[in-house]
């Protein structure tokens, strides 16, 4: 993005941990990139409060232009749960949510995590081209397997989530 006083300056994204009084604009902001599924403004409030530690924003000239929600498992504290991922349309092609799941894999909440889940559907190729690369960049491949099914989870009301996983081959060098 250029900078609005200087146009030969580009602004670099700045990522941080989210506070309370963002969740309003997270929830604005995932409303804003089809397709991820909408949560409730109080959800979004939630994870910018009580689940900060393993969720990042990322800002440009100021603007909240990308989002990642994640949480460690409770029954397994070696394994970061991606929820979702949001970028901006402006923002979109700068290896912002990289920078994100980076930023958040070397905070001491994720000191005994050694591996990445989320969940993709098929068609959302954003999502698979973003943890393809994520994967790649740890020296990792990728393990899907379908996970919370059309048929038998979502009541044909939604499309099955495959359960992706990569070892965090790299994760020693991110804490360090």
């Known amino acids: 993005m250029q900078h609005p006083i200087d146009p030969m300056r580009i602004d670099l994204p700045s990522v941080r941990k989210p506070v309370a009084e963002d969740g309003a604009k997270v929830w604005e902001l995932v409303q804003a990139c089809k397709p991820l599924d909408e949560n409730s403004m109080y959800c979004n409030l939630l994870q910018s409060d009580h689940f900060a530690g393993t969720c990042c924003l990322a800002e440009l000239s100021q603007e ?3 989002w990642v929600s994640a949480y460690v498992l409770p029954n397994d504290p070696e394994t970061l749960f991606v929820w979702q991922v949001a970028v901006a349309e402006n923002a979109r092609g700068r290896g912002l949510g990289s920078m994100m799941l980076q930023s958040i894999l070397r905070r001491p909440q994720c000191k005994d995590v050694n591996r990445l889940q989320t969940t993709i559907t ?3 190729n954003a999502s698979w081209s973003l943890f393809r690369r994520f994967a790649s960049f ?9 996970y919370y099914t059309q048929a038998l989870h979502f009541q044909e009301r939604h499309k099955t989530e495959n359960l992706v996983t990569i070892p965090l081959t790299r994760q020693q060098a991110l804490a360090a």
């Not at 740890?138 to 379908?146: E, G, N």
């Open 122 to 124: 098929a068609d959302n």
């Open 138 to 146: 740890q020296d990792s491949q990728m393990d899907i397997q379908p």
């Open 64 to 66: 909240m232009v990308g």
